[in-house]
């Protein structure tokens, strides 16, 4: 899978102030396109990453080497881009989800507030990739 990690860019947007590294988003995702672990488990990220990163201090040759031979260095990255358009999809939906639940519940509804449109909310900043 991947671990993006994206910043949103619209600064009218914090998702009802549930995320809790606004404006900084991970999300895991797995080859097939499912989440793996969304936006809102960040501590659950953040221990995959130092797992798997633990003891290594250099990138890994085998890894990247990999990698490179199935992008074409870099030049065939539709792959990684349909992840990437999954994983804002997840984020918006969670998003969308949330508000829906708000409609239901006391204090006010977040419904229609703080819209998200897509990829033009972020920008990738990393990517990690698990083989």
């Known amino acids: ?4 990690v994206l910043k949103n860019i619209n600064s009218d947007v914090n998702i009802d102030n549930i995320n809790q590294l606004h404006p900084f988003y ?3 995702i797995s080859q097939d396109g499912k989440v793996k672990l969304n936006h809102l488990n960040v501590k659950n990220i953040l221990d995959v990453l ?3 990163c633990k003891g290594n201090d250099e990138p890994l040759r085998d890894v990247y080497t990999l990698f490179n031979e199935q992008t074409k260095d ?4 539709s792959t990684y881009s349909d992840l990437l358009n999954n994983t804002i999809s997840s984020i918006i ?3 969308e989800q949330s508000d829906i639940e708000s ?10 507030e703080n819209e998200l449109n897509g990829l033009d909310d972020f920008e990738l900043i990393a990517f990690v990739v698990i083989k």
């Open 103 to 112: 409609l239901f519940s006391e204090g006010g509804t977040s419904f229609l």
């Open 1 to 4: 899978g991947v671990i993006f």
């Open 74 to 77: 870099g030049k065939d990255m």
């Open 26 to 28: 991970l999300v895991y």
């Open 50 to 52: 130092r797992v798997l």
């Open 93 to 95: 939906d969670t998003k």
